[in-house]
């Protein structure tokens, strides 16, 4: 094993101790903490396999932007850590676990058959300027649809929300 | 001595200089901040600590480290003690990427100018600023007060606000120098300073890293005569001293950027390149002070409405007229 395989084994368990932390706490500033070291664990998993400028996008986007306005409203509306008694009903946990199985059966098949060796993406594609040209020379029309479409979620999120009158 | 381990050595040797540096310059600047006010407001400044006051600074940080460290009672104890710092150690390490002079060479060694030359510096310096966010916001919401808890959520709103407008300014600094890099950016400024070209990117970019730093005239998230002192009311001791160093840091860093970005880097007739350098920090950290001086606090309403209505609209402009007469002058 070299360095970097620990590495990443390090990131592996700081992502997936702090995720589960997040989903687990009751105060939900505690969880909003950890996902954004989750996130940050993610950045760091980004960099050390090529790709610094996703990792840097992930910081600013998810980090620093998202949770950041999860944070915001949390402090606004000062939610007090639920008491709730911890049962957890049928209906709730049945979906989580289907799609985590599927989850551990596309993980286990992935490594299983090494598809990682024959890469879709060279590494290099990661640098700024070739991952640039990728998005908006090669698939600049998948990138107009999805802007449109977030686009029409903004432009829904204001009319649910105007006041009435 | 392998080549290997000298490299390591100096690259050790060079990141303690940068430190120190840039620790005593913050702390010397609260000093030289104190004393151009009150030359700026007719009266002394602190000039009892040594001759002319110069020991000021280290009498500050003795009281500081002395001083109790006190935790609020229902106060969130881990958030409260680990929030200042984020601010202090986001403030730091954006100078990591900042090139301040041309580089040496010893003993067939090369040391550049630049403690760490990413090739997305750029983003890495605006993620930084996104995350002082949560130094501010932790840091108000675990104090357990209500001054604190408003100062934070002012704080928190005023710098995702101009985040964006501190970002969008910085496009066509990319689009010219067609590189994240710091030292390229540096380097595409050889023949004209970034202002020259870029005039209205300045001074958005000035204007929101002002806001972001929240300094007079855009510092109501800790605004005195309503909120006691903001976010930080509840801090004592070191715990303050790192809000307040984070500050300081983040004054010489902004005037690094502006170096950077806009005034040419270290890059300078006749007069070494560390010295262009400084000379440029210091024209930027003088402004501040000056503007400090000079100027009122904002109304909330009117500091979000310039944010999103002038700021964001004007920077974007910005951009695709770059962009248009950059493609114009390609034909």
Not at chain 1, 91 to 97: G, I, T
Request: aromatic letters at 14%; one cysteine or more.
């Amino acid at each position: 094993m070299n360095l970097y395989a620990v590495i990443f084994y390090l990131l592996a368990f700081i992502i997936l101790a702090a995720t589960a932390l997040a989903i687990t706490r009751r105060n939900l500033m505690h969880a909003i903490v950890y996902l954004v070291l989750s996130f940050f664990g993610t950045a760091l998993l980004f960099y050390l396999l090529g790709a610094p400028f996703l990792a840097v996008l992930e910081v600013i986007i998810y980090a620093g932007a998202i949770m950041v306005l999860f944070l915001f409203i949390v402090m606004m509306l000062e939610i007090k850590p639920a008491d709730t008694p911890r049962r957890l009903y049928l209906r709730q946990w049945l979906p989580a676990a289907v799609l985590g199985v599927l989850c551990l059966a596309v993980a286990f098949v992935l490594i299983v058959f090494k598809t990682g060796e024959s890469l879709p993406l060279p590494l290099a594609a990661a640098s700024p300027l070739e991952f640039g040209r990728f998005l908006f020379q090669k698939y600049w029309f998948s990138v107009e649809i999805v802007s449109f479409l977030l686009f029409a979620a903004l432009v829904g999120a204001l009319y649910l929300g105007r006041r009435e009158g | 001595m392998s080549a290997w381990t000298l490299g390591i050595v100096l690259l050790l040797i060079k990141l303690l200089v940068v430190l120190v540096v840039l620790l005593l310059l913050a702390a010397y600047l609260i000093y030289v901040e104190r004393r151009l006010l009150g030359f700026m407001q007719l009266r002394l400044g602190p000039n009892r600590a040594g001759p002319q006051g110069l020991l000021q600074p280290i009498a500050d940080a003795v009281k500081l480290l002395t001083k109790e460290d006190f935790i609020p009672a229902g106060a969130d104890r881990v958030i409260f003690l680990y929030a200042p710092a984020l601010v202090a150690g986001t403030a730091l390490l954006i100078f990591a990427v900042i090139p301040f002079a041309r580089g040496w060479t010893f003993r067939g060694q090369e040391i550049p100018g630049v403690v760490s030359d990413l090739n997305v510096g750029l983003l890495f310096i605006l993620a930084l600023s996104s995350i002082g966010v949560y130094g501010v916001a932790l840091g108000g919401w675990a104090s357990n007060s209500k001054f604190a808890l408003l100062g934070a959520i002012r704080g928190a709103a005023q710098m995702i606000s101009y985040e964006l407008a501190l970002g969008l300014a910085l496009v066509p600094v990319v689009m010219l120098a067609r590189s994240f890099s710091l030292v390229d950016i540096v380097q595409a400024q050889a023949r004209l300073p970034f202002i020259i070209l870029q005039p209205l990117a300045f001074m958005i970019f000035f204007i929101s890293a002002v806001a972001e730093m929240k300094r007079i005239p855009f510092d109501i998230p800790e605004a005195e005569n309503e909120l006691v002192a903001g976010y930080h009311t509840e801090y004592s001791g070191m715990r303050f001293g790192l809000y307040f160093l984070g500050e300081y840091v983040t004054m010489v860093t902004l005037g690094a950027m502006l170096a950077a970005f806009f005034l040419g880097g270290w890059r300078g007739p006749l007069l070494p390149p560390l010295l262009w350098f400084f000379i440029k920090v210091f024209i930027v950290v003088f402004a501040l002070i000056w503007i400090r001086a000079t100027l009122p606090r904002l109304r909330y309403d009117r500091l979000m409405e310039f944010g999103w209505k002038i700021l964001i609209p004007v920077a974007l402009l910005n951009i695709i007229i770059t962009g248009g007469v950059m493609l114009a002058l390609r034909r």
